[in-house]
């Protein structure tokens, strides 16, 4: 009885024809290490898995997010074991979406006939950034608000509409509510729903196209027939060939597996990211992002404050083009990583860069907005030459994108003219030289010189007699 109703729904839901279609084919042998796809897969398997788990308690409410996320991490049974893993799985995503385009772009995956893949893969890379970063927002902490203003900064420098952009993420005038809903239904919602499709056509192509073969890596293609000849061949052949279920699943599901191990064991010996202290709208906000994200505040800090603002626009543009274009522009009939030297040194650079920014953040843990205008002083207000120094100075090293000084300027950190004269000379010196731990501001010990450091110190203790703004 039981093996005829398996039979029935076999046959009346095609599920023999899905298996011969997508498990029962012959393919090229691939090695274990060209799992990235199927791990990005089952990574984003978990994502939804735990992302939905974390839906059913989390609240998208302004007055309610933060508390909702404290109670699935301390009350929740294995709430703290969910918000863990999705944020873990979250971050392998990140390194595993780029170890995939990095090895595409060595071998050449974007070639001809896999253009189509490759264009379809590119907005889900984006689509995966954009997911990794409004996820940490929805946890309504002090360092989310930083976050979202970092967003709107961005947004606001887009030529023509950036006005528009800025509204229409915030929901209103002003951060509030609505910018929190529209969070979540994007976080959610509308970027899941178009990931699914971009995914499921994804898929398509890589089964009709099919991937890289040991053939094409050796010979130079000049023709899709050619390319389509050496993959059928490969595929029939016995030695060079195999059925896709169960080897080819095995060997590139080991790499998933490992990843998902190192996954789990940072879920349960390290557990979910850090919660600050809840939101505030009317105070200064934490200047911290996620870790996957310290490069680019590593290359903003660096970068001249007439230019940092605008690359943060101009670089994610660049890289969408690059991407883009990539599969037209490179006409090279090789493929394969030993006959394409300029791709490896140029992937090898690329990463490399990215580590060193990386670790630069992390050794100075700020996230610098350079501004080039220096702070507001009060109308008709002339100050001292070494405060007046010490202003230009405090532009310089990039002060003013994170301590607002009379309302003006950001507002992420101290606003000096609310302390009112509260601290020294000396206070303020010790807190340059030595910011208390947890501060997410770097020691100036031994990065400004003794003139520079006396001259930022004296326009800081002057500041705190500025009449604050309206």
């Known amino acids: 009885m039981l093996r005829q109703s398996a039979q029935w729904a076999i046959d009346r839901f095609g599920i023999d024809n899905l298996y011969h279609c997508l498990l029962d084919r012959r393919v090229p042998k691939a090695p274990w290490y060209s799992g990235d796809g199927s791990t990005l897969m089952a990574l984003l398997g978990i994502q939804v898995i735990t992302g939905s788990v974390l839906a059913l308690t989390y609240s998208p409410s302004t007055d309610s997010a933060y508390q909702s996320v404290v109670y699935i991490t301390d009350q929740v049974f294995l709430g703290w074991f969910i918000r863990g893993l999705h944020y873990w799985s979250a971050g392998a995503m990140m390194i595993m979406i780029v170890f995939h385009l990095m090895r595409q772009i060595v071998l050449g995956g974007y070639k001809s006939p896999r253009e189509g893949t490759w264009l379809v893969g590119v907005p889900l890379f984006f689509g995966v950034l954009f997911l990794a970063y409004s996820g940490y927002l929805l946890r309504w ?30 929901g209103g005038p002003s951060v509030g509510p609505a910018t929190l809903a529209r969070l979540y239904a994007f976080h959610v919602l509308v970027i899941p729903l178009l990931m699914f499709a971009l995914v499921a056509i994804h898929l398509y192509l890589v089964v009709i196209k099919g991937t890289m073969t040991k053939g094409e890596r050796s010979t130079p293609i000049h023709s899709v027939s050619q390319q389509r000849e050496i993959y059928k061949s490969e595929a029939a052949s016995v030695d060079k060939g195999e059925t896709f279920f169960p080897w080819t699943m095995l060997k590139t599901g080991t790499m998933a597996g490992i990843v998902i191990g190192l996954t789990l064991l940072a879920t349960v010996f390290i557990g979910p990211s850090k919660l600050y ?26 970068l001249p404050a007439s230019i940092a603002p605008w690359a943060v626009v101009l670089l994610p543009v660049a890289i969408l083009m690059f991407l883009l274009l990539l599969p037209f522009v490179d006409r090279s009939p090789m493929r394969g990583a030993r006959n394409r ?14 580590l060193l920014l990386t670790d630069y953040r992390r050794r100075s843990p700020f996230t610098a907005w350079p501004e080039s205008s220096l702070p507001a002083i009060p109308v008709g207000m002339t100050l001292p030459p070494d405060a007046e120094r010490g202003r230009v100075q405090f532009a310089r090293y990039g002060c003013n994108s994170c ?22 000379r000396e206070k303020i010196r010790e807190y340059i030289l030595n910011p208390p731990a947890g501060v997410a501001m770097p020691s100036y010990a031994g990065r400004m010189t003794k003139e520079e450091l006396d001259t930022v110190v004296a326009f800081c203790h002057v500041a705190q007699t500025f009449p604050l703004e309206d």
Request: charged share 15%; net charge negative.
């Open 141 to 170: 902490d002090e360092r989310s608000i930083y976050g979202i203003r970092v967003m709107l900064q961005m947004l606001g420098r887009v030529p023509l509409i950036g006005d528009w952009l800025v509204l229409f993420a915030q």
């Open 277 to 302: 202290s809840e939101a505030n709208l009317t105070e200064s906000t934490m200047p911290a992002e996620e870790w996957w994200y310290w490069w680019l505040s590593g290359l903003i800090a660096l």
């Open 341 to 354: 030297p300029i791709w490896i040194l140029f992937v090898i650079a690329t990463v490399v860069t990215i």
């Open 403 to 424: 301590h607002a000084v009379g309302k003006s300027n950001a507002s992420f950190a101290v606003d000096f003219a609310l302390l009112r004269g509260q601290l020294s």
